[in-house]
């Protein structure tokens, strides 16, 4: 498929989203200081028991410009993962990771006054149930949210065709400045002369 040129703003080549998950207290403690000191912003996606503990500096976050995403209220994932198996998605119904997002949405508001416009998957992990019983939950992301980021994905994600509540992040924890730049310039050029176009969702754990 032959695609025109994506218009990024000021001739960019591409996009590049730098996400956090959890709300740890290390991104408190190292990452916000050094994005402040570069002039970046980020996006963390919260996990309401973490940011309890930090709840003012959340707040600081938040006001400087940094997105604050939904990331669910209790992070469910697999049964595969011994941390989950007491909150597993193969145990949910569709109805019941709908009430955890929207549990998360008012936490959020209640406690930094904001509504999030974007969601991270818990483990990059879309579904709920097992077997013939398996659905997605992408469609109660679609509606509720403008982007629904993935998780140990293998590609960037072009502008013109991506579905954004399903986009594709790479997984970067422990990655060296050199490793990660390495990747993302491999990437840009898997599709350089088709799309001149990437967006590319990384998210790295402090």
Known sequence: MQLKKFPWPENKRCALSLTFDDSLISQINNGFPLFEKHNVKVTFYISPNHLKQRHVNWKE??????????????????????????????????EQIEEDINNANKFILKTLGISPNSFAYPCGQKFIGRGPNTKSYVPIIAKKFLTG?????????????????QLLGMEC????????????????????????SRIFFVSIRL
């Not at 990331?71 to 697999?78: L, Y």
């Not at 980021?149 to 065709?161: K, T, V």
Request: hydrophobic content about 30%.
């Open 61 to 94: 976050v938040m006001q400087n410009g940094h997105e604050i995403g939904n990331h669910t209220m209790t992070h469910p994932c697999t049964i595969n993962f011994p941390f989950s198996r007491n909150n597993a998605l193969e145990n949910y119904t569709l």
């Open 149 to 165: 980021r993935g998780f140990l994905d293998e590609s960037p994600n072009d502008p013109w065709l991506c579905d954004f509540s």
């Open 173 to 196: 924890d422990g990655k060296s400045f050199e490793e990660l730049k390495t990747l993302l310039v491999s990437c840009f050029s898997q599709d350089e002369v088709v799309s001149h």
